[in-house]
């Protein structure tokens, strides 16, 4: 296979623990995530040791692994199977002994020292005990940890959570995962945002009426209804995914590309957000959810959430943030989008078209294509002046390099093996987002049906108005 990245050096040679290796997020993301970083040659020296409590052997985890391949990588080649199977390991039972005898075996043989790196790609209180096997396995000194969301439910929850794990774990050593940060097009609002000169003059309150990050799914529960219960769009998709996303869109510039350098940029961002408050979310439930397996006919769980919040500092004071997400809604997408105060004088009377199609917009979509669009009003060809809306667009798709973007998961895991934590969240981070969120964790607003394949119920508009939701867009974007 050609090394599409061979301006990277390698990763050092790396063991990766994978607990709830025969997971659904393993089989979907990390197993294909992990044998990419193979075959590109960024990880050369990789070494995988799997477990999880399902009843497993050395045999039938390689098949598990070939099936996540075939069904998420498409053809590989015998060659390239051989390759990755070589690394491959598996613990059975997740005690402290099996898990240290896997690791030797793994490590058996090789030249070089391996880092280690365990993936615990578990839900909360199962870390817990991983993490007490770990230390029992004196597999922690010197190790690395990667944790996956939910970081607790609530602020208490959250640091007790993050005081089990230092204690066995110094914060240095926590990457704790949040998967939209990996993808190609959320680094891309750092590089556009402070590479170039044009566009930080104008990412101001003097200039911005207001910004959405809306990410709509159109997926269901896809047979997660007991984690979803427990859990709802807030804590799901909120507090990690959008309010992290919505960081990089508001800080301010960081001193150095340094991880500690933009960690401080973004805690500071949310150090200054303002309390959410109930007066400020609609909570929504899909028609049909109480009757879902696994569900509580009374639940009270949003499959929905709107909510308007404020960065409260001298940026951004005054400026709303519109945050939306939920499942099975009309469309999937993932959008992030600036809207433009209006010229503060119009020459262009009523009925030539100004203003009809909202205010002018920079678009962000975080899909892999990691597309950007600045719509603006220019003139309609022929007599008259008669405006339209019109916009400049571009997609990585376009570029030589599209074939280099990595999946978020290959991208995060790459990053935590070269110990690098600029795109993880820290314990502080993680707290600051449950305390603003107390008052609606505490007295939440009722959950409000909405039909399925649709965008909402109905007061999402109340929320925003006298602005609109720039979703579903008028202009689909260009092909
Ligand atoms: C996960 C949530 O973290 O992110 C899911 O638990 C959600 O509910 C998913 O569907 C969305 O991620 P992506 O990358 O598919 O947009």
Not at 202 to 222: S, T
Request: hydrophobic content about 40%; overall charge negative; proline content about 7%.
């Amino acid at each position: 296979m050609v090394d599409k990245h061979a301006s990277l050096n390698p990763g050092p040679p790396t063991t990766v623990v994978l607990f709830g290796a025969t997971g659904d997020l393993s089989k979907r993301k990390l197993i294909p995530g992990l044998f990419r970083l193979t075959t590109n040659e960024l990880l050369p020296h990789l070494r995988i040791v799997g477990t999880s409590l399902d009843d497993h052997t050395q045999e039938s985890f390689l098949n598990f692994a070939r099936e996540s391949l075939a069904q998420f990588e498409g053809n590989i080649s015998d060659e390239e199977w051989a390759n990755f199977a070589r690394r491959l390991t598996w613990a059975p039972g997740g005690t402290a002994k099996a898990l240290k005898k896997a690791v030797a075996k793994a490590e058996a043989g090789l030249d070089e020292p391996q880092n280690r790196l365990h993936y615990l790609s578990v839900p909360p209180q199962a870390a817990l005990a991983v993490i007490k096997t770990l230390d029992q396995a004196g597999l922690a000194e010197g190790a690395r940890i990667v944790m996956e969301k939910p970081f607790g439910t609530d602020l208490e929850s959250a640091r007790r959570l993050n005081a089990s794990v230092h204690e066995v774990f110094d914060e240095e050593q926590v990457f704790r995962i949040d998967h939209f940060l990996g993808k190609e097009a959320a680094l891309n609002i750092l590089a556009f945002r402070f590479a170039n000169g044009l566009f930080e003059p104008i990412w101001h309150r003097n200039m911005i009426d207001h910004i959405q990050i809306d990410v709509p799914e159109a997926l269901g529960l896809e047979q997660r209804a007991a984690f979803y219960e427990a859990t709802g769009a807030y804590r799901d998709m909120v507090v990690t995914h959008l309010l992290q996303v919505m960081a990089f869109t508001a800080m301010e510039a960081p001193t150095s590309l340094a991880p500690a350098a933009i960690t401080e940029e973004k805690n500071k961002v949310f150090r200054s957000m303002l309390p959410i408050g109930p007066d400020d979310v609609v909570r929504g439930q899909y028609s049909g959810y109480r009757n879902e397996d696994g569900v509580d006919p009374e639940s009270e769980t949003e499959t929905f959430i709107a909510l308007r919040c404020f960065v409260d500092n001298w940026r951004w004071a005054g400026v709303p943030f519109y945050l939306r997400t939920g499942k099975n809604m009309a469309e999937g997408m993932r959008i992030i989008s600036i809207a433009f105060k209006e010229p503060p004088k119009s020459m262009f009377p009523p009925g030539s078209g100004i203003g009809q199609s909202g205010p002018d917009h920079l678009t962000f979509d975080l899909a892999d294509e990691s597309k950007m669009s600045l719509s603006f009003y220019g003139k309609r060809p022929g007599p008259g002046f008669r405006l339209d809306k019109l916009s400049m667009q571009f997609s990585v798709g376009e570029t030589n390099s599209s074939a280099h973007v990595l999946e978020a998961y290959e991208r995060l895991i790459l990053d935590a093996v070269r110990g690098d934590r600029t795109l993880f969240t820290t314990a502080a981070g993680v707290e600051r987002l449950w305390e603003v969120s107390k008052e609606l964790i505490s007295d939440p607003p009722p959950v409000r049906p909405y039909a399925k394949g649709t965008w909402g119920p109905n007061q999402i508009h109340q929320l925003i108005a006298p602005r609109a939701w720039r979703l579903p867009f008028e202009r689909a974007w260009r092909g």
